[in-house]
């Protein structure tokens, strides 16, 4: 459960923020732990409380790069040799982030009472997802946690790396569709109304591209409520939608099948897969529960169906290899190698392998991706720029004929 607190710290100073715990006494107890003595504690669903957890939840609560920072700072810390109590103090302390460092409070608390650092840092899952928790548990049982610090800042660092190739790779075409279709709207609502007074005074049949403009123009003027109140039901149905298991199942399959993207979504999925899995492989998590972790974090639901199907199939005796294979997501070489992987007993460099050199095709297909869509864009900003002409221009053609003809 989540609360809202208001509470003093040790300092005599207020503080206020949201807390996770199993009940309130657990929640009452960690918080004395921390030298917090509390003035209000309510459920986040109730109040102002409630509605600034709901305004959050729309938010990410730390950004990718102040993840990667505090993990990177975290690593370097403990393999300094100092005490949990001390480097989460610290850590604490150096944090800009509100959200994470309340959170890193609540940590050092729960640990200072004994509970697990994964278990603790698991409190909070809007920061630490699932990946994280799992690697810091596998860490911390075998007792290879600055190994493990490591590898989750080579993971994350990767990943927010491939984040921003594809958002930059996007962004142009984004642009363009943006202003086609503000010049759009700004052409059906101040300019044809204009030609559209013009023609009506001649009282003739006006040509078909012509009348769809000026009823879209009609439309646009009188009506854009409408399209409003239909933009926001299509999307809020939409999302409903693919927030649902079958809904999201069936819109990630569709995202594969996409020209240009599906490619791109393909080698990305198979990209994290590998870093993923190596990360987790190397940490010494067993492998039914590597797979577990990994249909969670993947990022496409039909990858983590697949996924959990391999599980299954480790569960009954098969190899890696031999579940990879009954796949129909996963590329020939990356079941090869993975075949290979785990022959010789390397599977971990063997993914890592794999994976590098599906970030460099990644960074290719982005680095060309505008070229790609270029003939896309141009269908699409010619058949607009058609239309526009044939509409305004093709009826002072057909009066010019007419008064020639006279």
């Known amino acids: ?34 030298g917090l003595r509390i003035v209000q504690l309510t459920p986040a669903s109730q109040g102002l409380g409630g509605i600034e957890s709901k305004l ?9 790069e102040e993840l990667i920072v505090f993990t990177r700072q975290f ?41 697990s650092l994964a278990k603790a840092f698991s409190k909070h899952p809007r920061i630490f997802d699932k990946l994280y928790t799992s690697m810091l548990l596998a860490g911390e049982e075998a007792g290879i946690l600055e190994q493990v610090l490591g590898e989750l800042v080579n993971v994350l660092e990767k990943d927010d ?46 040509p078909l591209p012509t ?16 399209v409003l109140v239909l933009l926001v039901f299509v999307v809020w149905t ?68 697949e996924i959990s199907r391999f599980r299954e199939g480790l569960l009954k005796g098969k190899t890696i290899a031999e579940v990879m294979r009954q796949s129909k997501l996963f590329s020939v070489i990356m079941i090869e190698t993975t075949a290979i992987g785990e022959q010789s007993g390397n599977l971990d460099n063997m993914l ?18 505008t070229t790609l869509l270029e003939p896309i864009l141009l269908c699409m900003m010619f058949g607009m720029v058609t239309l526009m002409a044939l509409g305004i221009f093709l009826p002072m053609w057909n009066m010019s004929k007419a008064v020639m003809g006279h």
């Open 1 to 34: 459960m989540q609360m809202a607190y208001k509470a003093y710290d040790p300092k005599g100073g207020v503080i206020r923020g949201f807390v996770d715990g199993e009940n309130q006494r657990e929640i009452l107890q960690s918080m004395k732990q921390r």
């Open 56 to 64: 959050q939840s729309f938010f990410p609560a730390v950004k990718n």
């Open 75 to 115: 690593h370097t810390l403990f393999k300094a040799g100092l005490s949990m109590d001390i480097l989460l103090s610290t850590l604490t302390k150096q944090t800009q982030n509100k959200q994470l460092q309340q959170a890193l409070m609540s940590i050092q608390g729960d640990i200072q009472s004994g509970t």
């Open 161 to 206: 790396k491939l984040k921003r190739e594809v958002s930059s790779a996007t962004l142009y075409p984004k642009i363009v569709v943006g202003v086609m279709c503000m010049a759009l709207y700004v052409m059906l609502t101040f300019v044809i109304p204009k030609f559209a007074a013009f023609y009506d005074k001649f009282q003739a049949q006006l």
């Open 211 to 226: 009348r769809i403009l000026m009823a879209g123009s009609d439309f646009a003027s009188n009506y854009w409520y409408v």
């Open 238 to 305: 939409f999302k409903r939608w693919v927030n649902s298991p079958r809904g999201r199942l069936k819109w990630d399959l569709q995202k594969l099948r996409f020209p240009v993207f599906g490619n791109l979504f393909q080698k990305i999925s198979m990209a994290r897969f590998g870093h993923l899995f190596a990360a987790l492989y190397r940490s010494g998590l067993p492998l039914v529960r590597s797979f577990e972790v990994l249909s969670q974090v993947i990022g496409n639901e039909a990858y983590a169906r």
């Open 352 to 369: 890592s392998a794999m994976a590098s050199h599906f970030d460099l095709e990644i960074s290719h297909i982005t680095k060309n991706l």
